[in-house]
T-cell receptor
């Protein structure tokens, strides 16, 4: 089975532009989470979606938004890009939000975003 | 708010030797999960081991084991018989059972170097 896939692999944008990152979860997984990993730091939680509804949001400005589609894939959108948005954006999927044992998250390889 | 601290930015170990990576966390909750993730240069986060806070027995996965000290809020990872393929960034992570988003809170990571 294919793992979590993300596209694109790398992306270079200019300050003020908008970017869309995409994630396809493992087949059968209904929950998708997004994390931002700035160089030299651990990942920080941005969003979690389950069954197309937002279930959690981290401490990120409104420039960050996301959505989940009926096939459970997801998009992360960032508007008005800042230099500080340069990071590795990780997507993770899990079977669902119900109580354990479905608590493991499987990560994709990430999208490296560079803002110049 | 919960926090995770990894005080060792970098560790080095000789191949076939044993190394221990440290992690401390802060929480007021009694029921939670702790994880160790490995992030090789390929960037994909891989789950190494997990521990449920209500279990007193330390988790073990082949060459990887943890020392979970709940009262001290300490969660260290021991890697036995280190291999060259163990070289990577290692992240300690916390997840609350009370948070419906099931978000992971990561430490800043420890870079593990394995000397041949």
């Amino acid at each position: 089975d294919a793992g979590v896939t993300q596209s694109p692999t790398h992306l270079i944008k200019t300050r003020g532009q908008h970017v869309t990152l995409r994630c396809s979860p493992i087949s059968g997984h209904k929950s998708v989470s997004w994390y931002q990993q700035v160089l030299g730091q651990g990942p920080q939680f941005i969003f979690q979606y389950y069954e197309k509804e937002e279930r959690g949001r981290g401490n990120f400005p409104d420039r960050f938004s996301a959505r989940q589609f009926p096939n459970y894939s997801s998009e992360l959108n960032v508007n008005a890009l800042l230099l500080g948005d340069s990071a590795l954006y990780l997507c993770a999927s899990s079977p669902g939000v119900p109580p354990p044992p479905s608590y493991e998250q499987y990560f994709g390889p990430g999208t490296r975003l560079t803002v110049t | 708010a919960q926090t995770v601290t990894q005080s060792q930015p970098e560790m080095s170990v000789q191949e076939a030797e044993t190394v221990t990576l440290s992690c401390t966390y802060d929480t007021s909750e009694s029921d939670y999960y702790l994880f160790w993730y490995k992030q090789p240069p390929s960037r994909q986060m891989i789950l190494v081991i997990r521990q449920e806070a209500y279990k007193q027995q330390n988790a073990t996965e082949n060459r990887f084991s943890v020392n979970f000290q709940k009262a001290a809020k300490s969660f260290s990872l021991k890697i036995s018989d280190s291999q060259l393929g163990d070289a990577a960034m290692y992240f300690c992570a916390y997840r609350s059972r009370m948070d419906s988003s099931y978000k992971l809170i990561f430490g800043s990571g420890t870079r593990l170097l394995v000397r041949p």
